[in-house]
C-alpha cells in the first residue's frame, strides 16, 4: 500500500508542484503542505479528542477510583462496571482512530522523501552461502525487492526492482546476476540507453556484511567464496541528492556529523524540528490546567527525539518535511484551541482553573446525569 500511494499520489503531485516552480525543495514545501490540508479533518478530530480527554480525565479517574473501591471484592462486577463507564465518557484512545487512518499516507510520503530524486537509493540484497553438497536440496524461491521510482529527468521516472531469479541461497564457487529491472521485466540498462544523460544513473555495487564470503562485480555479478550470510548493496544516484534549497546545501545529504566536519544545514533542521515540536506541545496546553504526569515526558520528549535525528540517517529532504509538518500541526493546534468549548465541557474546565487559582477550594464529588453530561458522552440507559 505504501508503494502504491507513494507512485500514484504523491509522486504526481510532486511532478505538478515541479512543473510549476521547478525547485524540489519548494516541491517538498508545496506537497507537505497539501498533505497535511488533506489530512486535516482527521489531526483536528484527534487534536479535539485529546482536548476534550484531558478535561474529563479527572472526572474519569474520580469514577473509576469509585467503582474499584466499591466492586473491590467482585472483579467481574467491577469490570462490568468499567466497561460502562468507558461507554458513557468514550475511550481515550478514540482520538487514536484518525491518526491511525492517516499513518499510511505520512509513511508513503516518509518513503517517497527518501528516495529518488531526493536521495540516492540502496537495493539491499541479503545472500545466504551455501556448500555446494548442500544447495542440491534447496528448493530455490525467486527474490524481488520493493520497488522504487527511479528519476532520470525531472519528468522522466519509472519503477525499479533488484532481482534473484534463482533466489538469495547460492552455493560456494558460485557466480549470480542481480537483475535491476522493470516490474514488467525490462532492464534497467536498457531504460537508461533511451536517455542521453542516463548513463549517470548507473548503479554502484558494494558488499557491506561479508566482504570475506563473497565478492561482487561493478556489473552486479555476485561470487560465492565461502559459506555465510552476506549483503550487497546496489545504489541508484538521486536526481535531486545534490540539489540545494535555502540554507540546505543538499536534500539529498545525510548526517549531522560526517568525516570530521559538522553539517550546520542539518543542525538547523533538527534544531528547527525540535523547536516546532515544543512549540506544537505548548500551544496544546493552551488554557488548560497542568498535568503533572505528563509534565516531566513533555520536557523529556522533544529533547530526545531531537537529539535522536541528529544522528539518525535521515536525508535533509526529509528533515525539511519534517520541519514544515511541525509548523502546520502548531497552527493548527494554535487554531483549534480558540475553539469554544460546549458549556458543560467549559464548566469542568472553569473549575479546574479556579482549582488550580486556589488549591484550598475543596472539589465536590461530579455526578454526571442525562441533563449535566459532557457533549460528547452518550446518554445512559436508565
Not at 56 to 75: H, T
Request: hydrophobic share 45%.
Amino acid at each position: 500500500m505504501i508503494g502504491y500511494i507513494s507512485d500514484n499520489l504523491l509522486i504526481p503531485i510532486l511532478d505538478f508542484f515541479y512543473g510549476l516552480v521547478p525547485s524540489y525543495g519548494l516541491a517538498i514545501v508545496a506537497l507537505t503542505i497539501v498533505i497535511r490540508l488533506a489530512l486535516f479533518p482527521l489531526s483536528a478530530g484527534s487534536i479535539r479528542s485529546a482536548r476534550r480527554m484531558r478535561i474529563a480525565q479527572p472526572v474519569m479517574q474520580k469514577r473509576q477510583a469509585e467503582i474499584k473501591s466499591r466492586y473491590a471484592n467482585n472483579p467481574q462486577k467491577q469490570q462490568e462496571e468499567l466497561g460502562k463507564l468507558m461507554g458513557e465518557f468514550g475511550s481515550p484512545l478514540s482520538g487514536c482512530l484518525p491518526l491511525l487512518v492517516q499513518m499510511p499516507i505520512l509513511f508513503a510520503l516518509f518513503a517517497t522523501l527518501r528516495g529518488s530524486p531526493f536521495a540516492d537509493v540502496p537495493y539491499l540484497v541479503n545472500v545466504k552461502v551455501l556448500p555446494p553438497e548442500q544447495i542440491a536440496t534447496v528448493e530455490p524461491k525467486p527474490f524481488k525487492s520493493p520497488k522504487h521510482s527511479i528519476f532520470i529527468t525531472e519528468k522522466d521516472h519509472f519503477p525499479v526492482i533488484a532481482s534473484l531469479p534463482g533466489g538469495t541461497k547460492i552455493a560456494a564457487g558460485e557466480s549470480v546476476d542481480i537483475r535491476l529491472e522493470t516490474p514488467n521485466g525490462e532492464g534497467y540498462k536498457n531504460v537508461l540507453a533511451r536517455y542521453k544523460d542516463g548513463s549517470k544513473f548507473t548503479p554502484s555495487w558494494k558488499v557491506t556484511k561479508g566482504e570475506d564470503l563473497v565478492k561482487v562485480s561493478s556489473e552486479g555479478t555476485v561470487t560465492a567464496r565461502y559459506p555465510g550470510d552476506a549483503t550487497v548493496e546496489g545504489r541508484i544516484p538521486g536526481l535531486a541528492a545534490k540539489s540545494g534549497f535555502l540554507f540546505i546545501k543538499a536534500l539529498g545529504q545525510v548526517g549531522f556529523y560526517v568525516d570530521g566536519s559538522i553539517n550546520w544545514d542539518i543542525a538547523i533542521l533538527v534544531g528547527g524540528f525540535g523547536l516546532t515540536l515544543v512549540i506544537s506541545q505548548l500551544l496544546s496546553g493552551r488554557g488548560m490546567p497542568p498535568n503533572p504526569q505528563q509534565a516531566t515526558a513533555q520536557k523529556i520528549t522533544p529533547v530526545m527525539i531531537t537529539g535522536m535525528f541528529l544522528f539518525f540517517p535521515l536525508p535533509a529532504g526529509v528533515l525539511l518535511y519534517m520541519v514544515i509538518a511541525n509548523v502546520f500541526q502548531a497552527v493548527q493546534t494554535f487554531l483549534l484551541s480558540q475553539e469554544a468549548l460546549p458549556d458543560n465541557l467549559q464548566k469542568i474546565l472553569d473549575d479546574q482553573l479556579k482549582q488550580q487559582a486556589n488549591p484550598a477550594i475543596a472539589s465536590s464529588p461530579t455526578v454526571v446525569s442525562d441533563t449535566d453530561r459532557l457533549p460528547f458522552e452518550p446518554k445512559s440507559n436508565k
